[in-house]
């Protein structure tokens, strides 16, 4: 099954095989889990979000519009279920010095060349660090375009049908989310440098 690609999946669990919807489920649980743990600050309840978006998935597969990306779909499944979970339960802000959840660091984002010397993996783990602390005071919704953007290389297009806004809508949110990252980051070494003259 896993040289199969995701349309073929979709088409085979639509007939009926189980192994090739627990396929989609071993290539995307791990995307699917990051994002949602990434707005919900929780890793225990972004587990149980993850485990409902592949239970809904599996459900309306039928409706997946196989034109599309399936990847696309099923963050637009999953970034339905984190808002409603959100709106439920109006998770707080955490402040900008305190240390990020253990297990939830962006070093895996910022992956480097195959061998790096030891002084640049140390850099990259502090601007991981940096990058964590400041994209937790992030709302989620600009945190959320900026993993779609950036960790799963969604187009704006794509980014709108997930969270289901204009196009204007995602560009604003992504620019604003980058300013206010920007910001986050003023307190640390990785501050961007002030081109304005």
């Known amino acids: 099954m896993s040289e199969l690609n995701d349309n073929d999946l979709v088409a085979k669990a639509l007939e009926g095989e189980t192994e090739a919807f627990g396929e989609l489920v071993r290539r995307y649980q791990r995307p699917v889990y990051g994002l949602i743990v990434r707005m919900v600050r929780n890793a225990a309840i972004a587990e149980e979000i993850a485990q409902e978006v592949f239970i809904k998935a599996y459900g309306r597969l039928e409706s997946f519009d196989r034109r599309r990306r399936f990847s696309s779909w099923l963050f637009k499944v999953a970034h339905n279920a984190t808002i409603d ?19 939830a660091q962006l070093a895996d984002v910022l992956a480097g060349p195959e061998r790096e010397e030891p002084e640049q993996i140390a850099v990259r783990g502090e601007l991981a660090v940096a990058l964590e602390r400041a994209m937790e005071v992030l709302r989620p919704e600009h945190r959320e375009v900026l993993l779609l953007r950036f960790r799963h290389g969604l187009s704006y297009g794509e980014m709108a049908a997930v969270m289901a806004l204009p196009l204007g809508t995602i560009k604003t949110h992504l620019h604003r989310a980058r300013k206010a990252l920007a910001r986050g980051l003023e307190g ?10």
């Open 85 to 103: 979970h959100l709106r439920k339960r109006r998770v707080p802000t955490v402040p900008l010095e305190s240390p990020p959840e253990e297990g």
């Open 188 to 197: 640390s070494d990785w501050a961007p440098e002030d081109n304005e003259e």
